[in-house]
């Protein structure tokens, strides 16, 4: 794909998922108020325990990630398809497994925690199913770079985010957030199903040999990204063993704008890496195709602190006369906005690593920074004292180590 086409893709992806991300960011601050500092701990919880469950496919879904544009590049497209159905099946699998073994223990537990926790472990179950399915479409149709698909998917998803959260949360509280999620996650994949026209097919007998070799390639990537998650989660972890739920609410301002600020550079990414990987396997040369790598890099060091610095000055005036029950949050979440920067210039760097089939070293510095952000977190908060804001300064401290 030519460069102009691959730019053209860039702006246009990201102008439509931020517009999607800003009726997002509407439907948080509506949520937010609603259900107070409290009971938002709880839906964090969820969140945290949702995405955790993503991972149940083994890495499946990575290895179709790099494995497609790479075989795409060579242009072995019945090959493509086998894989695609083969990860089809698989993730069908372990989301059904996930979904009952939730189902199960909150089944088991639900003496021991709160009806609002328990429900909401129920619907996590189901929501992964969902998700299942959901990611496996996106992976297909970002790496066939169909995305003016992706576009008004995001973009149309986001009014639908919106309305139901907002129509649902406001009339039933904190269950009818639970049924917006499970709406709004089968609109998602309708919508996919129907706009992309690409069925899968179901493997049976279940081909071991073909999960085998998705999941020898994909299980380093998907350790690494479940370091990378839990790199970006332990100061809600930490939040959890020794602030408390109220506590968690109140830091989910500064996780809500962390989020939205990190997708920027996510969403150009998203664009570049399968051009990335479909050059690299034309050519096999990383010194061929270093523009990929250099030019993303560099462009988002010099603007992205920009975006971050207007993103800081705009949420007290959010804070102040939107959200006042959730000003305990307001500098813990300007010091993660700040961290932010760091963490957002690494992805090149991980996708040129994983070309060359180096996902450990990924994988080493990850583990590596999850571990300094446990010890100056549990230094800040328990020797200091420093509550939210010392969390926060703990975890943009590692960022920055994470990213040199």
Known sequence: MSRKKII??????????????LLDFISGIVIRRVLGPATMGIFVELMLL???????????????????????????YTRVKEISNVGFSFCMLTSLVLGLILILYSLFTQKLHEPMLINGIRIVGFLNIIHALISLYVVVIRTHHRFELLTKYLLIMGVINLVFSAVLVLRFG????????????????????????????????????????????????????????????VDRFMIIGFLGRTNLGYYSIATMMHGYIFQLPNLIYAVLFPNFYEAFGRTGSIKDIKNYYEYPTLTFAYLFPI??????????????????????????????????FFISVTNMSGYLLTALNKQKFIVIIGAS????????????????????????????????????
């Open 307 to 340: 975006f971050v610095g207007l993103a800081v000055l705009a949420l007290p005036l959010i804070l102040h006369y939107i959200l006042p029950k959730y000003l305990p949050g307001l500098l813990p979440a300007i010091i993660l906005m700040l961290g932010t």
């Open 174 to 233: 904190f269950y009818g957030l639970l049924v917006a999620l499970i709406l709004i996650g089968l609109a998602r994949l309708v919508y996919l199903f129907s706009a992309s026209r690409y069925q899968f097919k179901l493997k049976i007998p279940f081909p071991l040999a073909e999960v085998r070799k998705l999941i020898k390639i994909g299980f380093p990537l998907l350790l690494s990204g479940f370091i990378f998650m839990s790199l970006r989660s």
């Open 8 to 21: 053209k893709n860039a702006i246009k992806f990201s102008a439509g998922n931020y517009i999607s991300n």
């Open 369 to 404: 920074a999850v571990f300094v952000s446990i010890i100056l977190n549990y230094i800040l908060l328990k020797i200091f004292k420093m509550g939210l804001t010392g969390v926060a300064l703990a975890t943009a401290v590692t960022y920055f180590i994470y990213s040199l």
């Open 50 to 76: 949702f995405e955790y469950g993503k991972n149940h496919n083994l890495g499946v879904l990575d290895a179709l990630d790099r494995e497609i544009p790479i075989l795409n590049g060579k242009k072995e």
